[in-house]
């Protein structure tokens, strides 16, 4: 069959056909008289074979390489391959996390300033950056983390001392964090180096704020009131995580999230 012919019969076009011919997956026949090229049944065989390896992201000279190997060689190149897709579907699946986080973040904050939120905070590593010294083994955690993202975090801490004198500005620190659950899922351990903030039921306030270092006794208010209401003592650094930064009446403004264990 000439390429018009096969194209016709095996649902491809022309061109996909030249495609494969000159990648020499399939090598269709050519006629001594007018040199045209002319395909059988086994060449659309080998052409759906080569459509199936490539829609699993196979390349075109594996694909090549794969039509010589064994059986065994094969089993190992499409192990490489299942590897390959659980780690893409694990950091999509760790994407859609976070933005979905970012999304329900949107939503409230746009309904009220200074919302509180109660939920429960799992498991997470953070490095303070910014504000502290860094010792050389977290310097190297900051680099990974940053190289991860967005599956880590930018992580904000206020110190309990500062909120307690009632500084002007509070004490902020920043860094880069990870959850437990992402770290597993990258394969990364941190856990000997940097200590663990556990899992547990929080206070979260959200605020909107042009300069996060600059943040004040006042910003924090509508926690204190909460507290108050619960009968509880302030006595805990603050914790959060900043989730996206953003214009708001013509200022850039980054919002935030602090946690309060309860």
């Not at 993202?149 to 500062?162: D, G, L, N, R």
């Not at 770290?183 to 899992?199: H, W, Y």
């Not at 930064?245 to 264990?261: F, I, M, Q």
Request: aromatic share 8%; glycine share 4%.
């Amino acid at each position: 069959m000439k390429v018009k012919d096969f194209s016709n019969k095996i649902g491809l076009t022309s061109s996909k056909i030249r495609f494969y011919d000159r990648a020499d997956i399939i090598q269709g026949q050519r006629d001594g008289e007018n040199n045209y090229r002319s395909f059988n049944t086994l060449d659309a065989l080998t052409i759906y074979n080569a459509q199936m390896l490539r829609s699993f992201n196979i390349k075109v000279q594996d694909i090549r390489s794969a039509q010589n190997e064994d059986l065994d060689h094969l089993n190992i190149r499409v192990s490489h391959q299942i590897d390959d897709l659980e780690r893409t579907l694990k950091e999509q699946e760790m994407r859609l996390i976070r933005l979905k986080e970012m999304k329900a973040y949107f939503d409230t904050i746009g309904q009220h300033n200074s919302t509180l939120l109660y939920h429960v905070l799992e498991d997470s590593y953070n490095v303070w950056t910014f504000g502290d010294d860094s010792p050389e083994c977290t310097q190297k955690i900051v680099k990974t983390l940053a190289d991860v993202m967005p599956f880590s975090y930018i992580c904000i801490k206020i110190s309990k001392e500062s909120v307690l004198r009632k500084d002007t500005p509070l004490k902020v620190s920043i860094g880069l964090g990870i959850l437990r659950s992402n770290m597993e899922k990258l394969g990364l351990d941190f856990s000997r180096c940097i200590k663990k903030d556990k899992k547990r039921p929080i206070i979260q306030l959200l605020i909107e704020t042009e300069n996060p270092f600059t943040l004040s006794i006042k910003d924090l208010e509508p926690l204190f009131i909460e507290l108050k209401k619960k009968d509880m003592e302030f006595c805990h650094d603050l914790l959060g995580r900043i989730y996206i930064s953003y214009k708001k009446d013509g200022k850039t403004v980054h919002g935030l999230g602090l946690s309060y264990p309860v």
